[in-house]
């Protein structure tokens, strides 16, 4: 970033104008104690995001992602507060609600809500600057886990699936996991201190086995790998971590 205005005791205080580094306007007005006060924001394009007046407003922000070959558009609503994206915020990805909670410095921090792409909840509780520390996660808008998290990973809690089957006990990041994607089950196995570690099995989403055996610290150890092609099922087996021959089976 680029910046020319004035400066008292090191810090922009007063009339100043911020600039990105192709040269387009990010921000001018005036400043207090290094922070935006009162003026308006932009983006990297030219566009009006935000108007400040003594350090508070509203900025609407859009950035377009390249995902799996697709071009999504996500958009930022936030409280602009004492000098930083802090307050209540939303995120919408391709107009479809995806979080709606509080914002620290662009992050999430405090209670929050996370939806799928059908604006179903996935995730409720709290955050500290983007990781989850704890709350509820739920499957098809079915409650999933709850419990509590450390940096982000499942570690005290429990949860019960559609059959009120375990598959979720877990003290200290240890016990047996049942993880599911898109309501798909894709790991059955033992986790220790946060990662796969004993026995497992892994799958595909369309439900074929992907890998079964032993993990050791979240890697596959010892066990046999699949591969699908058509009729044909290739098989890798692993030992301490590595492939040591490949099979062929019809």
């Not at 007063?14 to 600039?19: A, H, L, Q, S």
């Not at 989850?132 to 098809?140: M, P, S, T, V, W």
């Not at 979720?168 to 894709?186: F, H």
């Amino acid at each position: 970033m680029i910046f020319e205005g004035k400066f008292i005791q090191g810090e922009r205080n007063g009339k100043g104008k911020e600039y990105f580094f192709n040269g387009t306007t990010k921000f001018f007005g005036d400043y207090f104690h290094g922070r935006e006060w009162t003026g308006e924001g932009y983006d990297i394009e030219g566009k009006k995001i935000y108007t400040l007046n003594d350090g508070k407003g509203i900025i609407n922000e859009s950035i377009k992602r390249f995902l799996k070959n697709k071009i999504i558009f996500i958009e930022y609503k936030y409280e602009y507060l004492n000098g930083g994206k802090n307050g209540r915020g939303k995120k919408i990805i391709d107009n479809k609600l995806s979080f709606e909670g509080n914002f620290f410095n662009g992050k999430k921090n405090g209670k929050g809500i996370e939806y799928d792409n059908q604006e179903r909840k996935l995730f409720e509780g709290e955050y500290f600057y983007d990781e989850k520390l704890k709350g509820k996660e739920f499957i098809k808008g079915r409650l999933e886990y709850e419990g509590t998290y450390f940096f982000g990973t499942k570690w005290n809690g429990k949860g019960d699936d559609e059959n009120g089957n375990i598959i979720y006990e877990l003290n200290n990041g240890t016990g047996k996991v049942r993880q599911y994607k898109d309501g798909e089950l894709i790991f059955d196995g033992e986790y220790f201190e946060g990662k796969k570690n004993g026995h497992g099995k892994k799958y595909y989403s369309n439900g074929n086995l992907k890998f079964e055996g032993e993990y050791f610290e979240g890697k596959k150890w010892d066990g046999k790998y699949y591969l699908y092609d058509n009729n044909e099922v290739k098989e890798l087996l692993y030992v301490k971590g590595e492939i040591i021959y490949e099979e062929l089976k019809i």
